[in-house]
Structures are given as C-alpha cells and as structure tokens.
C-alpha cells in the first residue's frame, strides 16, 4: 500500500465488522490524484484527520450524518464495484444506496428459488424461527407458524418487561395515532424502524431481494423485515424496554431521541448489521461463502 493509504491490517479507520464494511461519519469523501480520500472532523470512533480508503478491498462504505461525496467519488467507486450506502447514525436507518452486494447473483437466485417453491420456503420460515425461540417447529403451512410465534412473542414481551422494570399491559400500536400509546410501546415503535433500517443495510450488502420476504408479504422491503424480526428478541426489546426505563426513571425524552441513541449504541456494540449479514448467508449459502459480503 502507497504511504497514507490505509490497509485492511491495523488500519487507522476501524473496520466495524468482518464483512468488509467502513462506517465513516462527519466528513468529506473525495478523489486525490486517483486515491479515494476521507477528510473527517472526527467522532467517538475517528480521529479527526484526512485518510485514504482502499476502496477496491471493502464490499460497501456506509456513509453516517454530516458527510458528503462528490461526483468523482461516486463514479470511482461505480468503476470498481464498491457499494456506497447512506444511513443514519450507527445504522438506525437506512436512506439510499448505490449498487452493492457480491459480483455473482448466486445469492439473490437462491432467495428467489426458495421463495417461489412453497415446500423451501416453510423451511426457511421454521429455519427462522427456530434461530429466535431455540425450537423447530413441526412442519405445517406459514399462516400456522406465525400463529404459534404470536404465541411465544406474548410472553416474550412479558418476560422482557418484568426483567427490565417495566409496566406492561399489553402491545398496542395504532398507526394513525401512534403516539396515543404508553412509553414502552412508543419505545417498541422506534426501535423497529431503527432495527428495520440495520436490517435494509444489511439486505442491500449481501445482494438479497428486499421485496422477496418469507414471513412478510405484502411490504416492498418484505425480506428485510424477516430479517429485523431475527433480532426483535435479542435487540430491539432489550433496546425498547432499556431505553423505557431509562425515560420514566430520569424523566427525559423525546422518546425517539432516546430510543434512536440506544439502538445506535447497541448496534455498534453488538456488531448487529455483521450478524444480519450472516444469517442472510447461512440462509442462502449454505457453507460455502466464496468470498462474498
């Protein structure tokens, strides 16, 4: 590597995860004499100062709040395939993207197969399941399984909020008032499209088909939501409730303000969007990842 250019080893730029992803935030991405540059103020995660990105050896940047790139940049990274996606801070959202994924559309070919054969597609819904409850359900038809998960998720919910303090009745969600509803169920709210938008992240990086869900149908980011449901139990509860008590004992808010902190501190913690990544791989790949994002 020339001088100044970062490497994958002991780079100055941390590499949040192994599926050759940079979060960079609070700066400027530009091209200097054919070398891709990253020009920061700096953050919790950054040291202020001026970098060169190897662009050819990551599969996606992810660019956070107060950055911006210019056009050369956009057509370097088009030229050598690296993806480029704009999202909120720590990934709690998910904004736009430019092509991203492998090179192959083995991937999206295997979502697509599976999808369309009934008898694959209730493997993958108990395949999914089973990784959330830690039981295989028996084999039965879609509509059957989700009522069984509902099932389980009620007392989930229960468990969760008496582990973190929590009054709980019950969830309740009205999408023309959603605010008309107690803290811990606005906190539930937030932290779903906070774990929606890790979950668009981690779609579009590994090149699966966003409206192709299994368990979701009708929404065009169907898939994605398969995915953030992977996690409800082990992140966006833990993130609802925590941040809950946090609201009422020390009296702050907004509650999405709150909620958004959380979940961004937990995703980066937790490397959440690196798990997503390979539970859509072990999903589709079986063993052989070949190198992919």
């Not at 992803?21 to 995660?45: C, I, K, N, P, Q």
């Not at 953030?228 to 992140?235: A, P, Q, T, Y």
């Not at 004992?249 to 509650?255: A, H, L, S, Y």
Request: hydrophobic share 40%; glycine share 10%; aromatic share 8%.
């Amino acid at each position: 590597m020339l001088k100044g250019r970062l490497g994958l080893e002991g780079a100055r730029v941390p590499h949040r995860d192994r599926h050759g992803l940079m979060w960079l935030g609070r700066g400027s991405l530009y091209v200097e004499s054919g070398t891709l540059r990253f020009t920061t103020a700096g953050d919790a995660a950054l040291a202020a100062g001026d970098y060169g990105i190897p662009f050819q050896m990551v599969s996606c940047l992810l660019l956070q709040p107060g950055t911006s790139v210019t056009h050369d940049a956009l057509r370097l990274l088009a030229r050598h395939g690296t993806g480029l996606v704009f999202v909120g801070r720590d990934g709690v959202r998910f904004y736009a993207s430019l092509p991203a994924g492998p090179d192959s559309s083995r991937r999206a070919r295997s979502q697509a197969e599976a999808w369309s054969d009934p008898e694959r597609r209730t493997l993958v819904v108990r395949r999914m399941y089973a990784w959330r409850l830690g039981e295989v359900f028996p084999a039965t038809d879609i509509n059957a399984l989700r009522g069984m998960e509902g099932a389980r998720m009620k007392e989930t919910y229960r468990q969760l909020a008496r582990q973190f303090g929590v009054d709980w009745r019950g969830r309740r969600y009205d999408r023309s008032r959603p605010e008309d509803t107690d803290v811990a169920n606005q906190a539930i709210n937030h932290a779903s499209s906070a774990l929606e938008g890790a979950a668009l992240t981690a779609v579009a990086v590994s090149g699966t088909i966003p409206q192709l869900g299994f368990i979701h149908e009708d929404s065009g980011n169907a898939f994605a939501l398969d995915v953030s449901d992977l996690f409800r139990d082990s992140v966006l509860l833990p993130v609802a409730f925590g941040a809950t008590r946090k609201i009422l004992t020390e009296k702050i808010g907004p509650v999405e303000a709150v909620v958004r902190k959380a979940a961004g501190e937990t995703f980066y913690r937790e490397q959440v969007v690196a798990k997503m990544i390979d539970r859509i791989k072990d999903l589709f790949d079986g063993d052989d990842h070949r190198g992919d994002p």
